[in-house]
């Protein structure tokens, strides 16, 4: 019989995102869209905030739930 997972507690804290800065791969693979989308939403600044490093783009997690969250709220108001 398999052991139930034992879950980190910190997962529950940040909503069961990685305890790192994401990348656009990352968004695209939580959300299920293609990688052009998170960067159209980039650009059209309708995706969750995002940040640069040098060259980079990356997400803060908390941002994430955040945007999550607004998203699912004016859902519900609707």
């Known amino acids: 019989m398999a052991q139930p997972a034992v879950l980190d507690p910190r ?6 995102l990685p305890d ?3 990348t656009p791969d990352d968004i695209a693979r ?4 293609p990688l052009e989308t998170v960067y159209q939403w980039r650009k059209k ?8 490093i040098g060259k980079h783009l990356r997400y803060d ?4 739930r955040a945007y999550v969250t607004a998203l699912k709220n004016s859902a519900t108001a609707a």
Do not use: H, K, S
């Not at 997962?11 to 069961?16: D, I, K, N, S, V």
């Not at 600044?45 to 640069?52: A, D, I, Q, S």
């Open 11 to 16: 997962a529950t804290l940040r909503g069961g």
């Open 20 to 22: 790192r800065y994401l």
């Open 30 to 33: 939580i959300f299920e869209v």
């Open 45 to 52: 600044r309708t995706g969750p905030p995002g940040f640069r």
């Open 61 to 64: 997690p908390a941002d994430v």
